[in-house]
């Protein structure tokens, strides 16, 4: 296959967009994208402090590298959570350092265990999921981390699989107040909250994952986190990917038009009140905020078991 | 030959040695075809 747009060997064909392209056009085009889809939706401007949640992975790194590609002050933050089984968290942390490092990029690192005493699995021991609390640990980190740095924005590699997957559930579910919040960019609805975006929503897993092999970055592509094994996004990506193998184009088609038509879920949203943690001082919805809860309940079994 | 495998080209990145290809190519003798999947979960 040959690229459109030069008649060099194609490395991808992109067909929902019918285009096969070479690295270079390849590499031109997935900026002009991220670009596209910071302008669209307001995600960020010229002159924000950026920090990029980064796991390690194909997408936060590639993310990360547009970022800097584009000209944005980006800085990543690396969350140890961890996770020992298969090396998970030493190989993923290592990959992130090593990209910093080889850009000269600043990597800020926030090791769960050794500020709080607990690393994930050990926190997930009662009712909750391992990946439940996981996201509780990675939102509350994220933005304590970026508001003791001063940034204005927080950033995901959340890609278009991710966003299409997460819709294709909550509309299942008919989950309207989910519907409602989900979009490439949330509002802080407090003073201590930064806004998050989704700079990659309009491009595939398979655009980032080849984004990210071309500009030869070294992410962790052989290992999937050990928890993520039978994970119901995995279901939805395949059941999506199915679809888009016999209609190109539909997972972008379904992700756009709902962000199109997504005010008709805007009354299904709550109004959040202003309330602050009493134990860490960030926004909660109730007395204490789900991440201290989670310390808390685990520091309660530890002591339990000393006993 | 992804058909036949069960996997879709949504789902993977191929690689020939350092090439990455797309779903036409023809491997040939001594080809080492690397499928490199793209979705993640979690």
């Given amino acids: 296959m040959r690229c459109t747009k030069c008649g060099r060997r194609a490395v991808i064909n992109l067909r929902a967009h019918r285009l096969a392209l070479c690295e270079r056009h390849f590499v031109e085009r997935f900026l002009e994208v991220v670009e596209r889809a910071i302008r669209r939706y307001s995600l960020m401007s010229r002159s924000s402090r950026v920090l990029v949640a980064v796991s390690g992975g194909k997408d936060s790194l590639a993310l990360w590298d547009a970022l800097t590609e584009l000209g944005y002050r980006a800085d990543g933050l690396y969350i140890d959570l961890g996770i020992r089984r298969q090396n998970y968290s030493r190989i993923s942390k290592e990959k992130a350092e090593a990209f910093a490092e080889q850009r000269g990029l600043r990597l800020r690192v926030f090791n769960l265990k050794e500020e709080h005493g607990f690393a994930v699995p050990e926190l997930r021991r009662g009712s909750r999921e391992v990946c439940s609390v996981c996201g509780i640990v990675k939102r509350h980190v994220m933005n304590r981390v970026a508001l003791e740095g001063s940034y204005h924005v927080l950033a995901t590699g959340h890609n278009l699989d991710d966003e299409a997957s997460v819709l294709l559930s909550n509309l299942l579910r008919w989950n309207l107040e989910l519907l409602a919040r989900q979009g490439p960019r949330a509002e802080a609805w407090h003073p201590k909250l930064l806004p998050k975006v989704k700079p990659l929503c309009l491009l595939t897993e398979k655009e980032t994952a080849t984004y990210a092999l071309v500009r030869g970055i070294d992410y962790v592509y052989e290992l999937e986190c050990p928890f993520s094994a039978g994970a119901t996004s995995i279901a939805m990506k395949e059941a999506l990917n199915r679809i888009e193998e016999h209609s190109p184009g539909t997972k972008l088609y379904f992700y756009t038009q709902f962000l199109r038509h997504r005010s008709a879920f805007a009354g299904e949203r709550p109004s959040a009140e202003a309330v602050e943690c009493k134990s860490c001082g960030l926004p909660a919805s109730g007395e204490v905020c789900s991440f201290c809860r989670l310390l808390l309940k685990s520091r309660l079994r530890g002591e339990k078991g000393d006993n | ?42």
């Fill in chain 2, 1 to 42: 030959m992804l058909a036949m495998l069960g996997v879709s080209r949504e789902s993977v990145v191929a690689r020939v040695g350092n090439r990455l290809v797309t779903e036409d190519y023809r491997l040939r003798d001594g080809d080492v075809l690397e499928l490199i999947h793209a979705i993640s979960g979690g």
